[in-house]
């Protein structure tokens, strides 16, 4: 049976292994990050909305702060505020990630081309 108890009890274990095998993961207590005047609420300062959805036209509050680039580590990547873009949670936990997973950003031009330089398409005829 899939209760409650049991997947927060398979959450935490999963949060408890990405903490321990990506320590980084702390910087994003630091005051650095979190704090009143820190770099996330700076750069959702200067741009309050959704960079995703703006793209597309819709204006969508922006509440989480994307690193363009994952730092992986990089502490000079993780405060670059040239890195950091603002989106929404959903475009954050959906598009984002797939787009991480998926190691190329989705999207084609007129001539139906992948835009994304990393695209295998564009690697192939490099």
Same mark, same amino acid.
């Given at each position: 049976?899939?209760?409650?108890?049991?997947?927060?009890?398979?959450?935490?274990?999963?949060?408890?292994?990405?903490?321990?095998?990506?320590?980084?993961?702390?910087?994003?207590?630091?005051?650095?990050?979190?704090?009143?005047?820190?770099?996330?609420?700076?750069?959702?300062?200067?741009?309050?909305?959704?960079?995703?959805?703006?793209? $597309? *036209?819709?204006? @969508?509050?922006? %509440?989480?702060?994307?690193?363009?680039?994952?730092?992986?580590?990089? &502490?000079? !990547?993780?405060?670059?505020?040239?890195?950091?873009?603002?989106?929404?949670?959903?475009?954050?936990?959906?598009?984002?990630?797939?787009?991480?997973? $998926? *190691?190329?950003? @989705?999207?084609? %031009?007129?001539?139906?081309?992948?835009?994304?330089?990393?695209?295998? &398409?564009? !690697?192939?005829?490099?």
């Amino acid at each position: 049976m899939n209760t409650p108890i049991e997947r927060r009890n398979r959450r935490r274990q999963h949060d408890s292994r990405r903490w321990s095998e990506q320590p980084w993961r702390a910087w994003y207590s630091l005051a650095i990050w979190r704090g009143e005047f820190g770099l996330r609420a700076q750069q959702l300062a200067r741009q309050p909305l959704c960079e995703r959805h703006k793209q $597309r *036209g819709r204006d @969508v509050p922006a %509440d989480t702060v994307n690193h363009r680039k994952p730092h992986a580590g990089d &502490w000079a !990547l993780f405060i670059d505020p040239d890195n950091h873009e603002s989106t929404c949670k959903e475009c954050h936990d959906q598009i984002i990630k797939a787009e991480e997973m $998926r *190691g190329f950003k @989705v999207g084609c %031009d007129i001539a139906g081309r992948p835009l994304d330089p990393d695209h295998p &398409w564009n !690697l192939s005829r490099g």
